[in-house]
């Protein structure tokens, strides 16, 4: 009797739990913190692997062992990225970015590799304007908002969320449609876009019949590029009150004349 023996392979699979994403905005030329840490301490710091990486392929900082590992970092964060080797002992591996860059928006996978887990930081890059939007009380303005580099656009690629003072939603384009639903009320029927320059990517927003609490800073979330655009709006109260002051003037120039004459 002939005995077949059968061999079956049974692959090894890692299991990889993936911890929920955390959105981090960071200044253009400034230092961000993107957040990193381990469920619990780890027992011995030496035995630390951890892989930062950018949008799963770029590698960005490596911990081997415990200790900083250059090896294969890409040229574009040498000399700014770093961790901080003195939290290690508690579980805490975030990564610093200084000098913030354009390119460096995206997706960063933090890999702690003894746990098996991945921390997901989406970081975005605030570009803010450089001169401010002036108007006047009772008037109108426009707040620019547009990709620095034009590309072409679907309307599938166009989410856009304008809000003022980081809290309040002024304005929404979802999937490249309009969407008020949830507009702050103070700006209801106050505000438009232009629906034809989206595929240009502009997505400027109008506010009309300014008023007093419009002051401040507005920022405009382009969410497929992980961008943010700002810009500061300065109301002058005084600009339109200067008209009625001489329409008022008119009259008692009108009054003193008549009395020399």
Known sequence: MIIRCCIVLVPLL????????????????????LPCSSEAPPITVQGITINWKCDDRVKVFDINEGKVSGEGQ???????????????????????????QYSDRGKYQCYIVEESIIRTVELLIEVPSQDPVKGYIGGS?????????????????????WKHNK????????KGIVSV????????????TFPQEYLNGNFS????????????????????????????LEINQGAQSRS????????????S?????
């Open 14 to 33: 890692m299991v990889i739990n993936e911890a929920s994403l955390v959105t981090v905005e960071g200044l253009i030329g400034g230092s961000v913190l």
């Open 74 to 100: 890409d040229p574009a964060y040498k000399n700014r990225a770093e961790t901080f080797p003195e939290e290690y002992k508690n579980g805490n591996f975030s990564l610093g970015l200084n000098n913030l």
């Open 141 to 161: 303005a426009v707040l620019p908002c547009s990709l620095p580099r034009k590309r072409p656009l679907t309307t599938e690629d166009i989410t856009v969320t």
């Open 167 to 174: 809290t309040l939603k002024v304005f929404d384009i979802i």
């Open 181 to 192: 639903k949830e507009q702050d009320s103070v700006f209801r029927n106050r505000t438009e």
């Open 205 to 232: 927003l109008k506010l009309y019949n300014l008023q007093h609490n419009d002051t401040g800073f507005y920022k405009c979330y382009i969410t497929n590029e992980l961008l943010i655009q700002s810009v500061k």
């Open 244 to 255: 009625e002051k001489i329409l008022l003037i008119v009259p008692f120039l009108s009054v």
């Open 257 to 261: 004349i008549v009395l020399f004459m």
